[in-house]
Structure formats: structure tokens, C-alpha cells
């Protein structure tokens, strides 16, 4: 089972309700949402903590913290429309935004590395997304850096009427249940 997961930065009240109402093609307007990034349904939400220690060991700085330690409590509920909802820690956006653009490659490339010593060895044909998606990644925090927040909204098997919007190659999708505490 995956993790259906998005990133979204702006106004916390308008992005928990447009979660909470499935409001999904809010998210790519720019003057209500300064970034959105469908992480799809095949990550495991431990691929972000590689990808935070692969960004850390490229820029030779202690930050970002591991993504599971930079998400925080809502003040309210924690779950809306069948995900889970948290805030991101502005540090770790601030951090990954300032990634400088000559380093996104070595990033991705030690992000490919760390996730291989986790399963063992990725077939060379499904490393390109990776690559793209630590450049994503780093994209978003920089659109959403001056953001009045950032939201992890997630849910583990996604929502029945929510297909999955990005794709990510089966073999390279893990089975396990977050490590982090769920919100029922």
C-alpha cells in the first residue's frame, strides 16, 4: 500500500478546505496557492527523509531536518476529507529552497544512491523520475518559501473517487505503514 501525498503551500484555512471538499483543481491556481506538488501514490513518506539527508550531506550543511521531524500538530483536526493534514516546518522549505540549482543534480543523485542502499538496486530506467522529482521538490520550496504555511496532506491507500496523479513505477514503491502516528 502507498501513500497518497501533496505538498501545498499558502493560506492553512483555504488549503484544509479545499482538501475537505476535494477540491483538487484549486491547487493550480497560483494567486490562492503559490505551489502544489502531487507526490502521487507510490512514495514511501520515508523516500523524504533520504531525500533531507541527501540534501544535507550534497550542501554540507546540517539542514534540512528529516521531513517526518519538519511536519508539526494542526491546531484543529488533523484529518479532512480523508487525509491527513499537517504543517510543514518553514526551516525545512527554507532549506531545500536554498539548494543551489548546480547541486540539484548531485542532490538527486545521492538521493538515488540513498534510497538504493534502503531496497537495493533500482533498475537505471526508473532512476529519471527520481531525478525529476528531487528537482520538483526543490522548485516547490522555492515558490513556496514565502508562504503563509505549507501542508503535507496525505493518506495511505488515497481516496476511492482521487486516482493518483503522478506515477511511480511499481517496482520501486515500498510497502509499510508510515512511521509516524495516524490521526483517526
Given at each position: 500500500m502507498g501513500a497518497l501525498m501533496d505538498l501545498i503551500a499558502g493560506d492553512s484555512r483555504e488549503i484544509i478546505l479545499a482538501v475537505a471538499v476535494d477540491d483538487w483543481a484549486a491547487f493550480d491556481d497560483r494567486s490562492r496557492f503559490p505551489a502544489h506538488l502531487a507526490l502521487g501514490g507510490?512514495?514511501?513518506p520515508t523516500w523524504l527523509d533520504l531525500f533531507s539527508e541527501?540534501?544535507?550531506?550534497?550542501?554540507?550543511?546540517?539542514?534540512p531536518a528529516d521531513f517526518l521531524d519538519a511536519r508539526r500538530e494542526l491546531d484543529g483536526p488533523g484529518d479532512v476529507g480523508g487525509r491527513s493534514v499537517e504543517p510543514v516546518d518553514p526551516a525545512?522549505?527554507?532549506?531545500?529552497?536554498?539548494?543551489a540549482d548546480d547541486q540539484v543534480g548531485a542532490l538527486a543523485g545521492r538521493w538515488i544512491d540513498l534510497v538504493e542502499e534502503e531496497l537495493g538496486d533500482l533498475p537505471s530506467?526508473?532512476?529519471?523520475?527520481?531525478?525529476s522529482l528531487a528537482g520538483d521538490l526543490v522548485?516547490?520550496?522555492r515558490d513556496a518559501a514565502d508562504s503563509p504555511?505549507?501542508?503535507?496532506?496525505?493518506?495511505?491507500?488515497?481516496?476511492?473517487?482521487?486516482?493518483?496523479?503522478?506515477?511511480?513505477?511499481?517496482?520501486?514503491?515500498?510497502?509499510?505503514?508510515?512511521?509516524?502516528?495516524?490521526?483517526?
Open positions: 507510490g512514495l514511501d541527501a540534501a544535507r550531506r550534497v550542501t554540507g550543511r546540517d539542514e525545512w522549505v527554507g532549506a531545500v529552497a536554498r539548494v530506467d526508473e532512476k529519471p523520475w527520481i531525478r522548485r516547490f520550496a504555511a505549507v501542508i503535507f496532506g496525505w493518506s495511505l491507500s488515497g481516496l476511492p473517487d482521487q486516482p493518483s496523479r503522478t506515477a511511480v513505477p511499481d517496482a520501486v514503491t515500498m510497502s509499510m505503514e508510515p512511521p509516524w502516528p495516524t490521526v483517526s
